[in-house]
């Protein structure tokens, strides 16, 4: 078994009657000679480093060494939100402390990189608070995300360099939504317009880290793309389907992404690393 687009993962799925995780977990084992029992249990280990992560996050006092992030995942988990749900609120304080763990130079699960590492993580906790789902379906949950970062890297790029942070918290956002939509019991076509919808919302991101430094916008974009994922989610569970199929969405991401300055491809040359404020942090900590 092989696949090289979300069409074909998605094709594969309903041919083995499989869940979306599964046919990735199974493609992996074969492709790395490894019994599905190993890869599945490397996977357990990374989302016990994930829970470490987010739950360091929003307990610890955070702080990196640049002081450019810090403190916000916990300030925002023990807050009474006004417009969104308690359960949502603390997701997203997850994915902001996940976000500034990595800021701080801890340890993290980059998923698909270190930048957009808080999306993936905090989103399965919302299906646990929600939905109340066990360990193992959370982790075949996360060879859903997996299979649909690895789409992405191949057809198009994960890379804020390359592509923008579209690539990066776009990409994590779209596996999150992935991961969500089945979690819930959405089929493989709902996972596919899941990951369209919330790319197609993720699309033109720019890269453009204050001071060169994953810090600042990189730990909010991470709360961003979680919202986004949420959103995408729900919106293919209802039946809304996108109107371009997924790997056009996927296809056209690529294009925006070469199509986006330089500066505004993690150069730190543009976009809000480009302000006045911007450019006296990097004075400031350069
Ligand atoms: S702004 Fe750039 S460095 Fe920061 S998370 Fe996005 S892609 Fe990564």
Avoid at 91 to 102: F, M, Q, S
Avoid at 180 to 188: F, I, K, R
Avoid at 208 to 231: F, S, T
Wanted: net charge negative; glycine share 12%; proline share 3%.
């Amino acid at each position: 078994m092989r696949y090289d687009s979300m069409k074909q993962l998605i094709k594969l799925a309903g041919r083995e009657k499989s869940k979306v995780g599964e046919i990735v977990l199974a493609v992996e084992a074969e492709q790395e000679g490894e019994s599905p029992d190993t890869i599945r249990g490397q996977m357990v280990i990374s989302w016990e480093v994930m829970k470490q992560s987010l739950e360091k996050g929003v307990t610890d006092d955070i702080q990196s060494v640049s002081g450019l992030s810090g403190g916000d995942g916990k300030l925002f988990f023990s807050r009474i939100p006004k417009y969104i749900g308690q359960d949502i609120s603390m997701t997203v304080a997850r994915a902001l402390g996940v976000a500034e763990v990595n800021a701080a130079m801890g340890r993290i699960v980059a998923c698909p990189t270190a930048g957009s590492c808080g999306i993936v993580p905090a989103a399965m906790t919302l299906a646990q608070a929600k939905l109340n789902v066990k360990e193992e379906n959370i982790i075949t949950a996360l060879f859903t995300a997996a299979g649909i970062g690895i789409i992405c890297s191949t057809k198009a790029s994960i890379s804020g360099a390359e592509g923008g942070c579209q690539a990066e918290c776009g990409v994590a956002a779209a596996m999150a939504a992935g991961a969500l939509t089945e979690l819930a019991g959405g089929s493989p076509t709902m996972i596919g317009h899941s990951v369209a919808l919330c790319l197609s919302n993720m699309l033109g991101l720019v890269c453009d880290p204050v001071a060169g430094l994953v810090e600042v916008p990189c730990v909010l974009r991470n709360a961003g793309g979680l919202m986004q994922a949420i959103l995408a989610a729900e919106l293919a569970l209802s039946g809304i389907k996108s109107r371009i199929p997924v790997d056009e969405v996927i296809d056209a991401m690529r294009e925006v992404g070469e199509a986006l300055p330089e500066s505004l491809r993690e150069t730190a040359l543009g976009g809000l690393a480009n302000t006045p404020t911007g450019n006296r942090y990097r004075k400031r900590v350069g």
